[in-house]
């Protein structure tokens, strides 16, 4: 399966495709997703993460594979609060910090079975969400920190 794609892969930073259709090689890749996920003990991972350039996340807050959640074209819907709290991203080996995010959100996806579900999330799950959902917009965690904090990250993991 597929390996981790590496910051500032082009591939990471451009807004992922919308699913049409939830077919075999959808299936597939998910499936190869959670893999790479459990193996590398991430908490959640993007399809363009993988190199794959689809709306598709999974995530399993508690590294339990009895707990995955799969999220196909996900769209906030409503968000509350605000909470500071570290991240990192194994996109981005290495670095950590402190983003603000959104303390819990309601998010609408689509399900491995084409059905449209609602999701209130808060706690560690809220966070992957918005997470994730910055990864399939092309964006990454460091991208919501200070410019000079963000060029710090980049010149001691020599990203240019
Ligand atoms: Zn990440």
Redesign the pocket.
């Given at each position: 399966m597929n390996k981790i794609v590496i910051y500032p892969k082009k591939v990471l930073k451009r807004k992922t495709k919308l699913v049409k259709q939830i077919c075999e090689d959808e299936i597939n890749l998910i499936r190869g997703m959670i893999e790479v996920m459990f193996e590398s003990r991430g908490v959640?991972l993007?399809a363009n993460?993988v190199g794959v350039n689809k709306r598709i996340f999974v995530t399993s807050p508690r590294i339990k594979r009895e707990e995955v959640f799969i999220f196909i074209n996900p769209k906030i819907i409503k968000k509350y609060g605000k909470i500071m709290d570290e991240e990192g991203?194994?996109?981005?080996p290495g670095a950590a910090a402190f983003i603000r995010r959104y303390r819990e959100v309601e998010v609408e996806a689509l399900g491995v079975d084409g059905k449209l579900f609602k999701i209130k999330a808060e706690g560690l799950l809220a966070r992957i969400v918005q997470?994730?959902i910055d990864?399939l917009n092309g964006k990454?965690?460091l991208d919501r920190v200070s410019s000079k904090e963000r060029r710090k990250h980049f010149k001691r993991l020599k990203i240019r």
């Open positions: 959640g993007s993460q991203c194994l996109s981005v997470h994730e990864h990454i965690f």
